[in-house]
Each structure stands twice: as structure tokens, then as C-alpha cells.
């Protein structure tokens, strides 16, 4: 697991994780809807400052074709991941993924933002951190 974290997670945030901690959790985030098309592994770390816990969950999506709406798709993972986190009496935390392709053709991977078009560029297409909307 250390190898696909250190080839998948940039060196910044790398270099936060006390790898040496590492340990899997028997936990899955992956809804009921995703389940049929998705799988995870959640592994949780302490943080090299030693100020909490990181969960890493390997994300192990069988895609063998390009896929646009991915983003999407990890959207609804991830806050499925946080929503759990919650409902377990749990404080949410940071989660890291990693999207595992083994398709044939190159993949450039799009944000979710690249998927509005047409839209007016002063609209916002995600939530504001100062909690407006609008």
C-alpha cells in the first residue's frame, strides 16, 4: 500500500503522512448505488505533525473506458465517505483517493468544473468556502 500512496499522493501531502502508522480498517464508504460499479479499501494513518488521524481510502474503480462524469462519480463517494463519518459519531475526515484506470486510451483526467458548459464564468459551479451559494 506505501508504494501506491507514494506514487499517487503528491509530495506535499505525502510528506504529511506517518506511513509507519499505517493500518487497515474493516470499513467501506462505497453507497449501496455505488457499490455495483465500485469497491474501496480504507487504510488510516497518524499525521506526521501528530495532530490526528488521515484516512486513505484506495479507490478501486473498474473503468476500462474514458469517462467524463467520474468526477462525479468520486463526488458522491467521497461525501457518501463523510456522510458515514457522521452518522458513526465520528468527526469528518480529510480523504485522500486514488483512481485506479486501466483502460486502453490516455485518460486527462477533467475537474468537476470542466463539466459545466456554457455557463457564465461569474456563476459559481462549486460551494463557496464563506458558506454563500449565491
Known amino acids: ?9 503528491c509530495q506535499d501531502r505525502f510528506e504529511k503522512l506517518n506511513l509507519s502508522t499505517l493500518r487497515q480498517l474493516p470499513d467501506t464508504y462505497v453507497s449501496k448505488e455505488l457499490q455495483a460499479s465500485i469497491s474501496d479499501i480504507v487504510y ?7 495532530a490526528g488521524e488521515v484516512r486513505i481510502f484506495l479507490l478501486i474503480e473498474h473503468k476500462s473506458y474514458v469517462d ?3 468526477p462525479i462519480q468520486i463526488g458522491s463517494y467521497i461525501f457518501s465517505g463523510l456522510l458515514k463519518q457522521i452518522s458513526d459519531g465520528e468527526n469528518p475526515s480529510l480523504i485522500i483517493r486514488i483512481l485506479l484506470y486501466h483502460g486502453k486510451n490516455r485518460w486527462e483526467y477533467r ?5 459545466f458548459y456554457g455557463l457564465d ?4 459551479v462549486h460551494f463557496s468556502q464563506s458558506g454563500r451559494n449565491f
Open 121 to 124: 464564468p461569474g456563476l459559481p
Open 111 to 115: 475537474t468537476l468544473s470542466s463539466l
Open 1 to 9: 500500500m506505501r508504494w501506491i500512496i507514494s506514487a499517487h499522493v
Open 44 to 50: 488510516v494513518c497518524q499525521r506526521a505533525d501528530k
Open 68 to 70: 467524463k462524469y467520474t
